[in-house]
């Protein structure tokens, strides 16, 4: 199925990083590097990014989801987009 799909081709355990920036970068790069994306890499990545938080749901830990949106954040910085938080 993904040699299909226009997915993008993550490091592995990029979610389980303990660095909101460092997950960020890593996707950031992913998205760059894809050549299996339909839209620009920033959308890319963080549809990635929220794709995961929401399959995870419930069962994702307090600490790991609050890491994950911060991850959204750094992404946004990342590609100088204004941060959409309060």
């Known amino acids: ?6 997915a993008l081709d993550l490091e592995s355990n ?3 990083k303990d ?6 970068q890593s996707l950031k790069r992913s998205a760059e590097h ?4 339909k839209s620009d890499p920033y959308r890319s990545a963080m ?3 929220t794709f995961y938080i929401n399959r995870a749901g ?6 790991r989801r609050e890491r994950l949106e911060a ?3 750094e992404l946004r910085a990342l590609y100088g987009k204004k941060t959409q938080r309060a």
Request: net charge positive; no cysteine.
């Open 71 to 73: 991850a959204k954040d």
């Open 47 to 49: 549809s990635m990014l």
């Open 14 to 16: 990029v979610f389980t």
């Open 19 to 24: 660095s909101p920036r460092s997950i960020a």
């Open 58 to 63: 419930k069962n994702l830990p307090k600490q």
């Open 1 to 6: 199925m993904t040699e299909k799909s226009n």
């Open 34 to 37: 894809s050549k299996r994306r």
